[in-house]
T-cell receptor
């Protein structure tokens, strides 16, 4: 079945880069997503990548996709305290919009 | 960008009562909306797919008589938790997409239900 795994916790210093990793199992997923969730709030779409791409850059965010290994990563450059949140990766799954989420990675940024 | 709004954001109710949560797509039409449930410190669990004009599709293990879903229009889906019990206390989130080529889904702010 579909499954998405992430590391649970990451702590970085302000100004450093953060790299959050994710592995997924459904090779038929068309899109892979990164969402951010701040405490008590809903999810905010950060970025997404089409499955035939290797990399996507969007300002401080860089997404790398290794389709062979089914590995997705999110790099946040110059991490700020406001980046502290839970980050979820998700795959679109076989049927498109029906997202399957990882358990989330808690990012803690120390000043 | 596209916006999805949920209401209420927080609700406290007594055990045995029913609670309705609304999910609206504000600037696009959504034939399909999704309802998720999130337990503390856990990921989102898809509960059901809400289809406009037809019955919702429930995920395995989700009681359809317990969680009633009505998708009456292209911009509104409702989730009603019937005869709520304390174990139904959770964070409920809906999502919808404008159906563009990106397959983007936008999420509501979430509704925190506390059943006493």
């Amino acid at each position: 079945g579909e499954d998405v795994e992430q590391s649970l916790f990451l702590s970085v210093r302000e100004g450093d880069s953060s790299v959050i990793n994710c592995t997924y199992t459904d090779s038929s997923s068309t899109y892979l997503y990164w969402y951010k969730q701040e405490p008590g709030a809903g999810l905010q779409l950060l970025t997404y990548i089409f499955s035939n791409m290797d990399m996507k850059q969007d300002q401080r965010l860089t997404v790398l996709l290794n389709k062979k290994d089914k590995h997705l990563s999110l790099r946040i450059a110059d991490t700020q305290t406001g980046d502290s949140a839970i980050y979820f990766c998700a795959e679109s799954g076989k049927y498109g919009n029906k997202l399957v989420f990882g358990a989330g990675t808690i990012l803690r940024v120390k000043s | 960008g596209a916006v999805v709004s949920q209401h209420p954001s927080r609700v406290i109710c007594k055990s045995g009562t029913s609670v309705k949560i609304e999910c609206r797509s504000l600037d696009f039409q959504a034939t399909t909306m999704f309802w998720y449930r999130q337990f503390p410190k856990q990921s989102l669990m898809l509960m059901a797919t809400s289809n406009e004009g037809s019955k919702a599709t429930y995920e395995q293990g989700v009681e359809k008589d317990k969680f009633l879903i009505n998708h009456a229009s292209l911009t509104l889906s409702t989730l009603t938790v019937t005869s709520a019990h304390p174990e139904d206390s959770s964070f409920y989130i809906c999502s919808a997409g404008p159906g563009t080529n990106t397959g983007e889904l936008f999420f509501g702010e979430g509704s925190r239900l506390t059943v006493l």
